[in-house]
């Protein structure tokens, strides 16, 4: 199979370009670098199954392949903040000329969103995120296209920007210079970056379509900070800013349905990230 992977070079969509070169496929990668690295593919640069495009998916108008995994899109708080009209571009106008070739050659899209869409403050990227969703779900409802949405928690692992805004990323820096920790006192969710490819190829492979949610594991941002602190032996202090309301992501899980749960827990993929961080 060929499969199409926006944002390809990105800090998931390298991971799953990998994922698919490993299981035979081939794979057009289309990015612009805009927020990612022509550096996380460079080992598949010279893989006959893999073809890397330089292009913004604005620009798309056809393209051959037997799938599309659309993952173009900033996702870093700070990035989308700066870049506030792309955010919403590539997620909108850009989902919409992605499902109409979807449509048109009776091909599966699979449209990476965010559990963001459910929270109560909305942003720039959760808004576009889910008029993202609702693209196609409505594709689905009126012309029957096969329009998967992973609605994923937060992703992390190798690869991620050194300067990425996102928590553990944030936490690693300020633990790194010994800096105080600022931790806002609630629940998140945190998947392995392996898992979450593994789960989008079995979506993917799958005849589901319509919302399946990825979860990771749920743990209070106070234990990941305590974590991360004990890992690279920080000296950081954290600090507490209270939260009115807990949030819980476990019970919104359905992905079990295709047979998948994340088997990578937090303290394993730490350990690994910080491994990579330090071979670099």
């Not at 303290?267 to 071979?279: R, V, Y």
Request: hydrophobic share 35%; glycine share 6%.
């Amino acid at each position: 199979m060929k499969y199409l992977v926006t944002g390809g070079s990105g800090f998931v969509g390298s991971h799953l370009c990998d994922k698919l070169i490993q299981e035979g496929h081939e794979v057009i990668c289309i990015d612009n670098n805009l927020t990612s690295s022509k550096s996380n593919i460079e080992h598949l640069l010279h893989n006959n199954n893999f073809q890397y495009v330089y292009s913004d998916i604005l620009d798309i108008r056809d393209i051959e392949c037997d799938g599309i995994f659309h993952l173009a899109s900033p996702t870093d708080p700070v990035v989308c903040k700066k870049y506030p009209l792309i955010t919403i571009d590539v997620n909108t106008t850009g989902t919409s000329k992605l499902v109409k070739i979807a449509m048109e050659k009776g091909i599966p899209l699979l449209y990476m969103s965010s559990i963001r869409v459910k929270d109560e403050q909305q942003t720039c990227y959760s808004e576009a995120k889910r008029i993202g969703e609702t693209y196609c779900l409505q594709s689905n409802d009126l012309y029957g296209t096969k329009c998967k949405i992973a609605r994923c928690s937060h992703i992390y692992g190798p690869r991620m920007a050194k300067n990425d805004g996102r928590v553990i990323p944030t936490f690693i820096r300020n633990a790194l210079s010994n800096e105080d920790i600022t931790v806002i006192d609630t629940v998140d969710s945190f998947c392995y970056v392996d898992d979450a490819v593994r789960g989008l190829y079995k979506f993917m492979q799958s005849e589901h379509k319509g919302v399946i949610e990825f979860c990771g594991y749920d743990i209070l941002l106070i234990t990941l900070a305590d974590l991360i602190k004990d890992i690279i032996k920080s000296k950081s202090k954290i600090l507490i800013i209270p939260h009115h309301s807990k949030r819980n992501f476990t019970n919104n899980r359905n992905a079990s349905i295709l047979g998948w749960d994340p088997t990578i827990k937090i303290a394993a993929g730490l350990e690994k990230l910080f491994k990579s961080i330090l071979e670099l």
